[in-house]
């Protein structure tokens, strides 16, 4: 009787936790600088420092009556148009114009219609709204300030109100061994809380002035700009491959 031996391979895993000396910054997670895209006079001051809105929200608006009694008189000359294109679209069913007389109707009807579309997305440049859901943080504007489309002046500062991010930054001789999904634990400077994040993205450049590497981590209702420190927990994987007869 022959007896078959079969070799093996046995694969065994050593994972060894290290963990990094990293500092953070606190930023929102989203925030911009809201402007007024028209020239004209701020009519309405509808929100204030610490408002929370919602996305679509109307912040303030400029006055726009010019623009209104335009749009009203550009409905007006819609109405006649198509009551015009309607009278010679029953012509020219029974054969009494041809086509080229319609199309100058038809014509007509179609310029004052995208006439109006225009005044409307006008309009819409004098009311400034919110771009997300988020709290307002500051206010540049007072009802009766001029502003200009040309020369864009800050009317709003607004940030996500809850939601926050954390730019992590540690040594670059770390590059290799930090990735995404890495545990952050941490304290904010001044406070003994224990905190913790994962990792969720990886800046891709090195920053020159400092040879620090940055990631970002999630994080809830702390405030902006605060700062801190705090170790990231890395695992390393060694495989070893061992044989057996």
């Known amino acids: 009787m022959k007896i078959i031996l079969i070799v093996g391979l046995v694969l065994s895993l050593n994972i060894n936790a290290n963990e990094v000396y990293a500092t953070f910054t606190v930023y929102a997670q989203k925030s911009a600088k809201l402007a007024f895209n028209y020239s004209g006079i701020v009519k309405e001051i509808n929100v204030d420092i610490m408002s929370v809105v919602k996305q679509g929200d109307v ?11 335009t749009n009203n008189t550009s409905k007006v000359t819609l109405k006649y148009a198509t009551s015009e294109l309607k009278r010679y679209q029953d012509l020219f069913d029974t054969k009494l114009i041809d086509k080229s007389q319609l199309d100058k109707y ?6 004052i219609k995208a006439h109006i579309e225009l005044e409307k997305t006008i309009f819409a440049k004098t009311i400034l709204r919110a771009p997300f859901d988020g709290v307002i943080t500051k206010r ?4 009766g300030d001029v502003v200009s489309g040309q020369v864009l002046k800050t009317a709003y500062e607004i940030q ?17 061994q930090v990735k995404i999904g890495d545990v952050f634990n941490y304290k904010l400077d001044g406070d003994d809380r224990q905190l913790q994040g994962t990792i969720f993205r990886i800046y891709p450049t090195v920053n020159i002035d400092n040879r620090k590497i940055a990631v970002q981590v999630l994080a809830k209702d702390l405030k902006v700009g605060l700062f801190g420190e705090g170790y990231i927990v890395t695992t390393d994987t060694v495989s070893n491959t061992e044989e057996q007869e």
Do not use: P
């Open 160 to 176: 996500s109100e809850h939601d926050r991010m954390l730019v992590v930054q540690f040594d670059q001789k770390y590059n290799t």
């Open 140 to 143: 540049m504007v007072e009802a």
């Open 106 to 111: 038809a014509q007509a009807y179609d310029a």
């Open 59 to 69: 912040l303030a608006t400029l006055i726009s009556d010019d623009l209104i009694a």
